[in-house]
């Protein structure tokens, strides 16, 4: 079973950014659907982005389409959150998420695997 481990969040202004990585081990990650979501404190866990195993698929929430993109390198086995114009709202702990799956989901019910996760505060 693959293991993954984020890195990159961080305290940022309002405006800025950030980009988060989730390193894959143990693990066939080329085939692996990735996702992202974010939990707030007192919140339940939201669908943030998602990519298929080639990279050609992509999904966002509403909220984060035209500032996030998310990315993947399988030679590094390696998926990416690029934040931009980050807002306070996006104020969470962000994991990855694994699926041994040819499509991208956006439930959390779906994924079988995660990171520990990673701060991202954004300050207004």
């Known amino acids: 079973q693959v293991h993954l481990a984020e890195s990159g969040g961080g305290f940022v202004q309002a405006g800025g950014s950030l980009r988060l990585s989730c390193a894959a081990s143990r693990g066939t990650f080329s085939t692996i659907v990735m996702g992202w979501f974010r939990q707030a404190p007192g919140k339940e866990r939201d669908f943030v982005a998602g990519?298929?195993?080639?990279?050609?698929?992509?999904y966002y929430a509403d909220s984060v389409k035209g500032r996030f993109t998310v990315s993947r390198d399988n030679a590094k086995n390696t998926v990416y959150l690029q934040m931009n114009s980050l807002k306070p709202e996006d104020t969470a702990d962000y994991y990855c998420?694994?699926?041994?799956?040819?499509?991208?989901?956006?439930?959390?019910?779906?994924?079988?695997?995660w990171g520990q996760g990673t701060q991202v505060t954004v300050s207004s």
């Open positions: 990519i298929s195993w080639t990279g050609g698929t992509t």
């Open positions: 998420a694994a699926r041994r799956s040819v499509r991208v989901a956006t439930s959390a019910l779906d994924y079988d695997t």
